[in-house]
């Protein structure tokens, strides 16, 4: 058994790490983070010099043609540092869906502009309040233009182009959506910045008014193809909140050390130790449910829906918890904006809605181990 | 990243599923397989007896202790081998349950202190399961803080007088011997004066009375010493050195990786799936959904936790502090989960007679015996604490008692 990354991948997870230590400090998120730049367009430039924004997609694209389990010790090196780019919407989402249902054609043509950071891409799935459901799909598609509101879009005030679900039927199932593919700097499409729980990851709404749009996939394949989408993503997020969850809990535990309160290091404090092993604890389950996740997208192996859901619930909790125990530990000090721990508690909290919320998740966990218990 | 044996693997596993199909007690499997926390006796069989007899089978075909030496009764097997061992055996490894604290505690420490006859005799009955060993540390006035006991070893000519009382002694009413960790110098600070030995559990002024556990049942002791004579040849370390032994005994304990922890989420699960509430089916009612997803990712991440710890061991690797979680984590989710199973069932939940209950009083007796998973074998606060310091690198407690001679130690909070 060897339930575990190579010794090239940690490899590469200590290039990433290094290179994201250097070029994306936490002063660097706080240009994005105070609003004096939308991203950091020198970042996202050096990710595609160093070869990680194709690091899954093959040569035949541009890209590295490596694989999942390296894109996984990247993503957990970007929620590490908290990146301000728009990294999971263009590569987990975008280029995935592209990946999974893309023509030959429509590869050739965005894949290797996203390995090169020429193109930065997303996926407009929601219309306002509400989980991932067909039903929720309004947005209409008809000949060969879209017309409709998605908010809100990750990274859409940025991004060059969209996969976009949208209804073309009206059956009641979920055969009536289908996928389209969007440029957004194209005619017929507006864009307006939303203020959002993370500034360090920026959310729009688009309205599309007569948007040319060319079909993704084939038509009533729509909801089939995102579904497989957002459990890679799910997975590949995971990995993100793990990162982000680690460097949570060493922050607390670095401020445990240092700070000197009654004479003592806090750190010496049952109250302050027992919350920081409870940090560890959530931090690990959610690891280790993130390398089965890993595992299971790698190989893709008939185990991923489940997979995935647990990963996205346990990373999620981590995150969360991880980042509100970190300010907790820090006191006042953490309840600045001066100090870098909201951050990541912006981070953690908007992560876990981007795909759907943990309700969401729960249910598709649920599903998906009876059905496999079923079968 | 991939879950397959190596070709070496493969070939142990083979061999170790064979002799297991040939040789287990399958009339017991449905039984073992159903036990949960709690609930592990056998309807018509002594599981004492039964235990015995397929642990000395096991031995006598050497698959007993596979990790210790040939020559004390084991097979020399590496770590990754036990833990497919353990896998193959599946149900059949509750009835070592028995043989836990003797050959994961007693025999290493044995190994690593005792006389090198005394090795050659008492080690191969253990491993046979034909001699069970306890083992004798916690006391009243010592639990998380096992420095603190007072049992004292006094000499005379070549034996130690023993006086005094021990607590929470797990099987010590059927067991054969035990290790002993005993107080030799009362006038130095309390880690220093400490000493280790070994002894026949059947020596005069030995006495053992089971303690009634809150959960009705008795599988721990009081064990009272009174002028017990031990003779020196069976002290393990040197007079003094009881602390650094003792330690010794209870990092064994981290050989547990492998062993599955009981979570009570399987049994939940299974028991969700098939109950009508008043609205319909439990598995389709949003709370019990969201209840039972929570409980599944903490029992994956504890699965793969372990897996992890054990591709460690597959590479010839240490393990990492990972694996410190489990207990921690198990411990409080099992009392919890049985807690939810008994809510839904409303107010039936209150019988448990195993002729009235729902599912035979299953998760009745989980509740009951939960807070024990607690408190032994390190208390969930022990558990953090130990996290925080070994793993995060925090500070140890300030320890008021570092320097104090323990006959000046206070003994009453008020």
Same mark, same amino acid.
């Given at each position: ?73 990247? /993503? @957990?090196?970007? #929620?590490? =540092? ?8 263009? *590569?987990?989402?975008? +280029?995935?869906? $592209? ?113 040319? /749009? @060319?079909?993704? #996939?084939? =038509? ?8 497989? *989408?957002?459990?890679? +993503?799910?997975? $590949? ?139 | ?414």
């Amino acid at each position: 058994m060897n339930f575990d990354f190579s010794d090239d991948q940690k490899q590469l997870r200590d290039q990433a790490r290094k290179f994201l230590a250097e070029k994306c400090s936490p002063k660097a998120v706080r240009i994005v983070l105070d609003g004096k730049a939308p991203y950091d367009k020198e970042l996202w430039k050096g990710l595609a010099e160093m070869g990680f924004l194709g690091v899954a997609i093959p040569e035949e694209f541009g890209g590295a043609g490596a694989g999942h389990l390296e894109l996984c010790v990247i /993503a @957990e090196e970007m #929620g590490r =540092a908290n990146a301000p780019v728009p990294f999971s919407s263009t *590569v987990y989402l975008a +280029a995935e869906a $592209l990946l999974i249902a893309g023509s030959d054609a429509q590869k050739k043509k965005w894949l290797p502009a996203i390995s090169s950071g020429e193109a930065i891409g997303t996926l407009a799935l929601f219309e306002g309040k509400g989980n991932p459901s067909a039903k929720n799909v309004t947005l209409a598609a008809a000949n060969g233009v879209l017309n409709g509101v998605k908010k809100p879009v990750a990274d859409g005030a940025i991004a060059d182009f969209a996969v976009v679900a949208a209804r073309t039927g009206s059956s009641g199932r979920d055969g009536d959506i289908s996928l389209f593919l969007v440029g957004l700097k194209a005619g017929g499409v507006e864009v307006k910045s939303l203020t959002n729980l993370d500034p360090t990851r920026g959310q729009a709404e688009i309205t599309f008014k007569d948007a040319k /749009a @060319e079909p993704l #996939g084939a =038509a009533g394949e729509g909801w089939s193809i995102l579904t497989q *989408v957002l459990d890679r +993503a799910a997975v $590949l997020c995971a990995f993100e909140q793990v990162g982000g969850s680690d460097r949570a809990l060493e922050m607390g535990r670095d401020y445990a050390l240092d700070r000197i309160a009654f004479g003592r290091q806090i750190g010496s404090f049952q109250a302050v130790k027992h919350m920081l092993a409870d940090m560890y604890v959530s931090a690990t389950l959610a690891r280790s449910n993130s390398y089965y996740g890993a595992w299971a997208l790698s190989t893709n192996a008939g185990e991923l829906p489940e997979a995935a859901a647990a990963a996205r619930i346990s990373a999620t909790q981590a995150f969360q918890h991880c980042a509100k125990n970190n300010i907790q530990v820090h006191g006042g000090m953490g309840f600045t904006w001066e100090f870098d721990c909201h951050m990541y508690y912006r981070r953690a909290n908007a992560m876990a809605l981007g795909l759907g919320s943990l309700t969401y998740w729960e249910d598709q966990l649920i599903d998906r181990m009876r059905k496999k218990n079923a079968a | 990243m991939n879950f397959d044996d190596t070709p070496q693997e493969a070939e142990f596993r083979a061999t170790a599923r064979a002799w297991i199909g040939a040789n287990a007690p399958k009339q017991y499997e449905d039984e073992l397989r159903k036990s949960s926390l709690g609930r592990t006796a056998l309807k018509n069989a002594n599981i004492l007896e039964v235990a015995k007899a397929w642990q000395k089978k096991k031995a006598d075909a050497g698959w007993a202790c596979l990790h210790w030496p040939k020559e004390y009764g084991g097979r020399g097997s590496s770590p990754i081998e036990r833990v497919i061992w353990q896998q193959e055996e599946g149900p059949f490894g509750q009835l070592s349950r028995m043989f836990i604290i003797g050959h994961g505690m007693c025999g290493p420490t044995m190994m690593a202190f005792a006389r090198e006859e005394h090795k050659r005799t008492y080690l191969p009955p253990l491993a046979s399961g034909e001699k069970v060993w306890c083992q004798l540390f916690s006391e009243p006035a010592g639990g998380s803080d096992v420095a603190g006991l007072r049992t004292r070893a006094e000499k005379d000519g070549d034996d130690w007088v023993i006086n005094g009382q021990k607590i929470w002694t797990s099987g010590a009413h059927y067991s054969d011997y035990g290790i002993l960790l005993t107080r030799t110098d009362p006038t130095v600070p309390k880690h220093k004066g400490l000493t280790m030995f070994f002894l026949d559990m059947k020596s005069e002024g030995v006495e053992v009375r089971p303690i009634k556990q809150a959960s009705g049942a008795s599988d721990f002791n009081e064990v009272y010493f009174t002028n017990v004579r031990i003779p020196d040849h069976q002290r393990l370390g040197e007079v003094g050195d009881g602390w650094n032994v003792s330690l010794t005994t209870l990092m064994n304990e981290r050989s547990a990786i492998g062993a599955a922890v009981s979570t009570g989420f399987p049994e939940l699960f299974e028991y969700c799936s098939s109950l009508m509430l008043d609205d319909g089916p439990a598995i389709e009612d949003r709370a019990v959904r969201s209840k039972l997803a929570n409980w599944a990712v903490k029992a994956s991440g504890l699965k793969y936790t372990s897996m992890r710890a054990i591709s460690a061991l597959s590479k010839g690797e240490r393990p990492g502090p990972e694996n410190s979680i489990g207990k921690l984590v198990a411990g409080s989710m099992i009392q919890d989960v049985a807690t939810y199973a008994l809510d839904l069932q409303g107010a039936s939940g209150v019988v448990s007679g195993p002729e009235d209950a729902e599912l035979a009083g299953r998760f009745q007796a989980m509740l009951l015996r939960a807070p024990g998973t607690r408190v032994e074998g390190g208390t969930d606060e022990i558990m953090r604490n130990i996290i925080a310091e070994r793993v995060l690198g925090l500070p140890g407690d300030i320890r008021v008692d570092k320097d104090v001679p323990f006959n000046k130690i206070p003994t009453k909070g008020r």
